[in-house]
């Protein structure tokens, strides 16, 4: 509980390597079974504010095969989504920008 409590608290820090050791923290409860749910939710909150989009789009994807219905999770995986999606349009209009030079 503890551990848990420690990563959370790192995940909601401004600071770049607070939110990756948190998410580190939060990786081990996963592993170990810790409180399956909680521990993915913020796992893929930790990796999305790092902008490991392909890391919490899996965990979030876990987290919905394990409580299909949390709306929450739901969310989390639109609003990554999203940023793959937009992350992808600037690397192209920067390839293409690459082309015309």
Avoid: W
């Avoid at 790192?10 to 600071?15: D, I, V, Y």
């Avoid at 939060?26 to 990796?47: D, I, P, S, T």
């Amino acid at each position: 509980e503890a551990k848990f409590n420690y990563a959370v608290c790192l995940t909601k820090s401004k600071a770049q390597e607070d939110i990756r050791r948190g998410a580190v923290l939060l990786n081990e409860l996963v592993a170990e079974g810790f409180n399956q749910r909680e521990a993915l939710y913020y796992l893929a909150v930790a990796q999305y504010k790092v902008a490991e989009h392909q890391d919490a789009l899996q965990s979030v994807n876990t987290l919905l095969a394990y409580d299909p219905r949390s709306g929450q999770a739901a969310a989390l995986k639109e609003l990554i989504q999203d940023s793959i999606t937009t992350d992808g349009y600037i690397g192209f209009a920067i390839m293409g920008g690459g082309a015309l030079v």
